[in-house]
């Protein structure tokens, strides 16, 4: 089982429609979770930081679910300018905070 | 919020030779990492750079083939030694500061090998 696994897609949505993408780990001692956004041929940019309780930011909420050891992505009201890849993060836990990188979702919003 | 920047940006390289990477932070940081970005892929760690000792390597990847350098607090070099067309893709530098533990990524290299 890889450490972090994300669906590929690509997800394909009207602009306007609410996404989700879920993101599993297989390290249950995993403390610290993000999301990454990464446009075509660019470094992937910080998105959001997810935290125990959950956290919303603007369009944008991401939750943690650590009995079932995934976390998720929401997007609510898509933007044309949503179209990219989301990459699901885990923080290793050996103290080196070292990154674990999920493959990425590739998400289209079209018009 | 910091800068972040790396140089060459791309290059075509032949195979055998040796390109160096530049990695320059405009504040202090406390940790940096190297990546990898192989076409189509995500991201994989090569290496965490240590001031002024060597660098720790992941799995894989070797010191001989990519040599790291981190003399101070704000910049390092990754080497891409004695390349080959699989040593193509995207080298990536990240940084990270004590006070928050998210990484922060550098525009990337594009390293093409013919």
């Known amino acids: 089982r890889k450490e972090v696994e994300q669906d590929p897609g690509p997800f394909n949505v009207p602009e306007g429609a609410t996404v989700a993408f879920n993101c599993t780990y297989s390290?249950?001692?995993?403390?610290?979770f993000f999301w990454y956004r990464q446009d075509c041929r660019k470094e992937p940019k910080l998105l959001m930081s997810?935290?125990?309780s959950g956290n919303e930011d603007g369009r944008f909420t991401a939750q943690l679910n650590r009995a079932s050891q995934y976390i998720s992505l929401l997007i609510r009201d898509s933007k044309l300018s949503d179209s990219a890849t989301y990459l699901c993060?885990?923080?290793?836990?050996?103290?080196?905070?070292?990154?674990?990188f999920g493959t990425g979702t590739r998400l289209k919003v079209l018009a | 919020s910091a800068v972040i920047s790396q140089k060459p940006s791309r290059d075509i390289c032949q195979r055998g030779t040796s390109l160096t990477i530049q990695c320059q932070v405009d504040?202090?940081?406390?940790?940096m990492f190297w990546y990898r970005q192989q076409p189509g892929q995500s991201l994989t760690l090569i290496a965490t750079?240590?001031?002024?000792?060597?660098?720790?390597?992941e799995s894989g990847f070797v010191i001989d083939k990519f040599p790291i350098s981190r003399p101070n607090l704000t910049f390092s070099t990754l080497t891409v030694s004695n390349m080959s067309p699989e040593d193509s893709s995207i080298y990536l530098c990240?940084?990270?500061?004590?006070?928050?533990?998210?990484?922060?990524f550098g525009p990337g290299t594009r390293l093409t090998v013919t």
């Open positions: 990240s940084v990270r500061w004590d006070i928050s533990y998210e990484q922060y």
């Open positions: 390290n249950s001692a995993s403390q610290s």
């Open positions: 997810v935290y125990s």
């Open positions: 993060v885990v923080e290793d836990t050996s103290g080196t905070y070292k990154y674990i």
């Open positions: 504040s202090q940081v406390t940790m």
């Open positions: 750079a240590n001031q002024g000792s060597e660098a720790t390597y």
